[in-house]
């Protein structure tokens, strides 16, 4: 049973590589077109979503989500989840309907054709250099001013050891939101580690549920409250899936 079980997964997770690579060549020309200039990006967002739906699709996946406060599409916020898997990126996409540019990791540009599109859409900082954290603020600052929103998965990673809940925060959103005075939106992610975690032979189809939590207000704040900020923002969705974990 397990040898079969294993063969399925492999076959699954081949099959998620090839449609995520196929899906991105086929609509390649159209990104191309709609990444060359920030005010093409709303147009971007929507081919963004369309793309993670038909993903989590063709994967078996189903997105179920509670939404605690109602996102306003003419704001911007601050978008932060818990970190486990590579579809967080797709969920993401599906739950957060504002447009919104992730903060990532430059290595994600090592990718082969993901990477360019990532290039060309993100903000990129590369945590070794001091120059290029500073540049995250300014490129932030700027697509904040088109009324775009910011997503970051605040612990920068995603956590090695497999018992981590939820891993430490850096400090990088709680500063944004604060000099911006944007409202963080927590966002807890259940189910992605547990239905496609990076471990190869692991998970199976499913229902991906997540919760958007109410809006943490930073109006007022300065970066002396940003520890403030961290801790409570981390101890709310540390607790909530603390709690989803013992109810399942």
């Known amino acids: 049973m397990n040898f079969l079980l294993n063969i399925f997964r492999l076959i699954w997770r081949i099959w998620f590589y090839g449609v995520f690579l196929m899906t991105i060549i086929v609509i390649f020309p159209v990104l191309i077109i709609v990444t060359s200039s920030d005010k093409f990006y709303p147009i971007f967002f929507s081919i963004a979503r369309a793309w993670a739906k038909t993903i989590l699709f063709l994967m078996g996946f189903k997105a179920k989500t509670d939404y605690q406060e109602k996102i306003h599409p003419k704001k911007s916020y601050m978008f932060i989840a818990n970190h486990t898997s590579m579809i967080d990126i797709m969920l993401?996409?599906?739950?957060?309907?504002?447009?919104?540019v992730f903060v990532g990791k430059k290595?994600?540009?090592?990718?082969?054709?993901?990477?360019?599109?990532f290039r060309r859409t993100c903000i990129l900082v590369d945590r070794s250099c001091n120059k290029s954290r500073r540049e995250v603020y300014f490129r932030a600052?700027?697509?904040?001013?088109?009324?775009?929103?910011?997503?970051?998965?605040?612990?920068?990673?995603?956590?090695?050891?497999?018992?981590?809940?939820?891993?430490?925060?850096?400090?990088?959103?709680?500063?944004?939101?604060?000099?911006?005075?944007?409202?963080i939106i927590p966002i807890s992610f259940y189910d992605?580690?547990?239905?496609?975690?990076?471990?190869?032979f692991s998970g199976k189809p499913g229902t991906l549920r997540s919760k958007v939590h109410p809006f943490i207000d930073t109006t007022g704040l300065t970066l002396k409250d940003r520890e403030v900020l961290k801790k409570q923002s981390f101890d709310l969705l540390h607790n909530d899936l603390l709690a989803?974990?013992?109810k399942h």
């Open 141 to 183: 600052q700027k697509r904040l001013k088109d009324g775009v929103s910011i997503c970051i998965f605040p612990e920068g990673k995603v956590p090695d050891d497999e018992s981590i809940v939820l891993d430490v925060f850096q400090n990088g959103a709680f500063r944004l939101a604060i000099e911006h005075q944007i409202p």
């Open 192 to 200: 992605c580690k547990r239905l496609f975690s990076f471990t190869f």
């Open 107 to 117: 290595e994600l540009t090592k990718v082969p054709i993901f990477g360019y599109i």
């Open 92 to 100: 993401m996409f599906v739950v957060a309907k504002n447009p919104f």
């Open 244 to 246: 989803d974990l013992a």
